[in-house]
């Protein structure tokens, strides 16, 4: 295979080389289902052998059935290698300094097309080439912690941010973002809400839900509006920075302990669950929604608590789960299980035996809702009741993601069941609440009358 018809193998090769088209060639392709004109992209090494990938003029791209492919004419040719130009950062007096701690994600990258890799732009000047606005907001330093997916961040990862966050304060720099991978972001916010206390700045966490080589990428956006969040923002606590609504107006601040992921792809899938956001955030500055918060201060002073302990586990309750799931995290050594539970906090009796074995073994367990938004409330029914009794402590109305990073943090520092109920039961920083506002919980059902003439109002 030669390096024009990268990535392409058999009955797409086959195609290709029929009507003597090259990669990265403007094309008019005729199929039976149209027509369709574009740059002949590389494919991952990974794909399959029945598509041609066309990059339209819209900046989205398409993949065309090989087996509709009628005609192919090559237009013009000019390879391309979609590298992000790199420009030195300049440096602004007066503007506040302010450091990328970068974990790896989709924030101001591009893609590898014979791949399908994500590559990331990171340092100063690749940063200033994808993002020039950037300069206007703060003076901008980066260093790469490391870089790994979302999905593959854990307490390693959480304790060396945490480390990194509290020599940088000590430095005296005015704001920190960290870029990250959007899947586990929430976690990731959970547990530097913990182990960084007393913060004197913002701590802000981003990502992207769609990467910079696509036209609805929300990479640049996010990223300015993280930047001025951390250099000029008063709120001084860890926090996630994305898309407020679908488009781009504004970004929203979530609090670490009261924020979760909650849609696949949409841009503004972070959303405050229980509670309201702490504020909004545009180019121009931010503007608080709320005024509990810690605010910014101009000491070097910073509480790092980077504790975490491996053997934690959240069981998602469902109908007729067998106690053996219970019996298994004990007998391999678990220390501390969150369970999902139903309505008010409740599982079946079918699992009793296994939590009775499980609290004489000296495991934490903790009880949370799988219905997110509440509190849990143990005293309403028997069940509840009985499970107290069995020495399972309902969470409040703590997230399950959010209670399973705290029981991990508690457990990195004790083994005292009454002093892990102590840090668990005690407001760090917002994760458990006095009540839910009255706009704290907003779910609407579409195709409603009323609903759609509220949507058709205001914005998602």
Same mark, same amino acid.
């Given at each position: 295979?030669?390096?024009?018809?990268?990535?392409?193998?058999?009955?797409?090769?086959?195609?290709?080389?029929?009507?003597?088209?090259?990669?990265?060639?403007?094309?008019?392709?005729?199929?039976?289902?149209?027509?369709?004109?574009?740059?002949?992209?590389?494919?991952?090494?990974?794909?399959?052998?029945?598509?041609?990938?066309?990059?339209?003029?819209?900046?989205?791209?398409?993949?065309?059935?090989?087996?509709?492919?009628?005609e192919m004419t090559e237009i013009g040719y000019k390879e391309?290698?979609?590298?992000?130009?790199?420009?030195?950062?300049?440096?602004?007096?007066?503007?506040?300094?302010?450091?990328?701690?970068?974990?790896?994600?989709?924030?101001?990258?591009?893609?590898?097309?014979?791949?399908?890799?994500?590559?990331?732009?990171?340092?100063?000047?690749?940063?200033?080439?994808?993002?020039?606005?950037?300069?206007?907001?703060?003076?901008?330093?980066?260093?790469?912690?490391?870089?790994?997916?979302?999905?593959?961040?854990?307490?390693?990862?959480?304790?060396?941010?945490?480390?990194?966050?509290?020599?940088?304060?000590?430095?005296?720099?005015?704001?920190?973002?960290?870029?990250?991978?959007?899947d586990t972001l929430h976690h990731t916010a959970a547990a530097?809400?913990?182990?960084?206390?007393?913060?004197?700045?913002?701590?802000?966490?981003?990502? =992207?839900? %769609? @990467?910079?080589? !696509?036209?609805?990428? $929300?990479?640049? *956006?996010?990223?300015?509006?993280?930047?001025?969040?951390?250099?000029?923002?008063?709120?001084?606590?860890?926090?996630?920075?994305?898309?407020?609504?679908?488009?781009?107006?504004?970004?929203?601040?979530?609090?670490?302990?009261?924020?979760?992921?909650?849609?696949? =792809?949409? %841009? @503004?899938?972070? !959303?405050?669950?229980? $509670?309201?956001? *702490?504020?909004?955030?545009?180019?121009?500055?931010?503007?608080?929604?709320?005024?509990?918060?810690?605010?910014?201060?101009?000491?070097?002073?910073?509480?790092?608590?980077?504790?975490?302990?491996?053997?934690?586990?959240?069981?998602?309750?469902?109908?007729n789960m067998q106690p053996d799931i219970i019996d298994s995290?004990?007998?391999?050594?678990?220390?501390?299980?969150?369970?999902?539970?139903?309505?008010?906090?409740?599982?079946?009796?079918?699992?009793?035996?296994?939590?009775?074995?499980?609290?004489?073994?000296?495991?934490?367990?903790?009880?949370?809702?799988?219905?997110?938004?509440?509190?849990?409330?143990?005293?309403?029914?028997?069940?509840?009741?009985?499970?107290?009794?069995?020495?399972?402590?309902?969470?409040?109305?703590?997230?399950?993601?959010?209670?399973?990073?705290?029981?991990?943090?508690?457990?990195?520092?004790?083994?005292?069941?009454?002093?892990?109920?102590?840090?668990?039961?005690?407001?760090?920083?917002?994760?458990?609440?006095?009540?839910?506002?009255?706009?704290?919980?907003?779910?609407?059902?579409?195709?409603?009358?009323?609903?759609?003439?509220?949507?058709?109002?205001?914005?998602?």
């Amino acid at each position: 295979m030669t390096e024009s018809i990268q990535g392409y193998k058999g009955k797409a090769l086959e195609v290709i080389k029929k009507f003597h088209v090259r990669v990265w060639s403007d094309a008019l392709i005729k199929s039976t289902r149209g027509e369709f004109q574009g740059i002949i992209l590389p494919r991952s090494e990974n794909d399959d052998q029945f598509h041609i990938v066309l990059k339209l003029a819209t900046g989205y791209n398409v993949g065309i059935d090989v087996h509709t492919i009628t005609e192919m004419t090559e237009i013009g040719y000019k390879e391309a290698h979609y590298k992000i130009p790199e420009k030195e950062f300049p440096f602004t007096p007066g503007l506040p300094k302010v450091k990328l701690l970068g974990t790896g994600g989709t924030i101001a990258s591009r893609l590898d097309y014979r791949t399908g890799a994500v590559i990331p732009a990171f340092s100063p000047g690749e940063l200033y080439g994808a993002v020039p606005e950037l300069a206007q907001i703060c003076n901008l330093d980066t260093e790469k912690v490391f870089a790994v997916f979302s999905e593959n961040m854990g307490p390693m990862q959480y304790k060396k941010l945490a480390v990194a966050i509290g020599e940088e304060i000590e430095k005296g720099i005015k704001g920190i973002i960290i870029g990250h991978g959007t899947d586990t972001l929430h976690h990731t916010a959970a547990a530097l809400t913990f182990m960084c206390q007393n913060l004197p700045i913002p701590v802000i966490l981003v990502g =992207s839900q %769609r @990467s910079s080589d !696509r036209p609805s990428s $929300d990479a640049a *956006l996010n990223l300015m509006h993280a930047a001025t969040a951390a250099g000029h923002g008063d709120i001084a606590e860890v926090m996630i920075c994305m898309f407020g609504p679908t488009s781009d107006e504004y970004a929203l601040l979530h609090r670490g302990t009261r924020v979760r992921k909650m849609h696949s =792809s949409y %841009r @503004s899938t972070f !959303r405050t669950i229980g $509670d309201i956001p *702490l504020a909004t955030v545009t180019r121009q500055g931010v503007q608080a929604i709320r005024n509990d918060y810690n605010p910014r201060r101009n000491d070097h002073q910073v509480k790092i608590l980077p504790y975490f302990h491996d053997k934690v586990s959240i069981v998602y309750y469902y109908p007729n789960m067998q106690p053996d799931i219970i019996d298994s995290l004990v007998d391999n050594g678990y220390k501390g299980i969150v369970i999902a539970g139903t309505g008010l906090g409740h599982v079946n009796k079918l699992i009793y035996p296994a939590i009775r074995r499980a609290a004489a073994a000296g495991v934490a367990i903790y009880m949370t809702v799988q219905t997110l938004w509440g509190f849990v409330h143990m005293f309403v029914y028997d069940t509840g009741r009985d499970l107290m009794a069995m020495g399972i402590v309902p969470a409040e109305n703590m997230l399950p993601e959010v209670a399973f990073i705290k029981l991990s943090w508690a457990l990195g520092q004790t083994s005292d069941l009454e002093e892990i109920k102590k840090i668990m039961l005690t407001p760090i920083s917002g994760e458990i609440t006095k009540g839910e506002p009255y706009n704290g919980y907003l779910i609407y059902q579409g195709g409603i009358p009323e609903v759609e003439e509220f949507i058709r109002k205001v914005h998602k």
